[in-house]
Nanobody, 115 residues
Framework: QVQLVESGGGLVQPGGSLRLSCAAS????????MGWYRQAPGKERELVGV???????NYGDSAKGRFTISRDNAKNTVYLQMNSLKPEDTAVYYC?????????WGQGTQVTVSS
């Protein structure tokens, strides 16, 4: 069984920064990629950024130039550094792990950007 535990969400002012973390535990084999998606009220879930087992990254358009994804292989943890946050970044952020055995999602962490 695989568990994803997210942390780091919260309330931040526009222009501020947050760092999200997602720690994976359990039977983790043949990982394809791990990363973040987000879903705002009334909108579909969208890609924020993912990092592959080869350490290549892919970002959604809204994240390019502002967000950076990284990973610590020893800890099976992925990080999302979010800078220059905007009110439209407000959403629930979900960690996602895709392996040969299937897809796994975290419970989500709320990020609110507001003054």
């Amino acid at each position: 069984q695989v568990q994803l535990v997210e942390s780091g969400g919260g309330l931040v002012q526009p222009g501020g920064s947050l760092r999200l973390s997602c720690a994976a535990s359990g039977s983790i084999f043949n990982m394809y990629f791990m990363g973040w998606y987000r879903q705002a009220p009334g909108k579909e879930r969208e890609l924020v950024g993912v990092i592959t087992s080869a350490n290549t990254t892919n970002y959604g358009d809204s994240a390019k130039g502002r967000f950076t994804i990284s990973r610590d292989n020893a800890k099976n943890t992925v990080y999302l550094q979010m800078n220059s946050l905007k009110p439209e970044d407000t959403a629930v952020y979900y960690c996602h792990l895709k392996m040969l055995l299937g897809d796994y999602w975290g419970q989500g962490t709320q990020v609110t950007v507001s003054s």
